[in-house]
């Protein structure tokens, strides 16, 4: 199941997705082929945005952590720490 989807504000183009397969995604919109896979959930994905200018993606799921992503390599910048449970918005 997909239980997150955001488009870049800046390059509609370029979606990005989240599931319950504990993984996320940033997709071509123009291809329907996913760009990338961002790797390091190990729970469902229940959240996903861009920041405002579109070059950063946060992603948070329920193993509790918010990971933070460069939009154009799907690199991860940084994890942060939960209170332990899942985070939902």
């Known amino acids: 199941s997909v239980y997150a989807v955001a488009i870049n504000p800046e390059n509609p183009d370029q979606i990005v997705s989240g599931g319950g397969d504990d993984r996320a995604f940033i997709w071509s919109l123009k291809s329907g082929e996913p760009i990338c896979e961002l790797k390091g959930h190990t729970d469902s ?12 993606i946060a ?3 329920l193993d509790g952590t918010a990971r933070i992503w460069n939009a154009a390599d799907g690199s991860l910048v940084r994890t942060l720490e939960g209170p332990g449970e899942g985070l939902e918005v």
């Open 59 to 61: 992603t948070a799921g």
């Open 45 to 56: 994905v229940s959240q996903v945005a861009y920041n405002w200018d579109g070059k950063l």
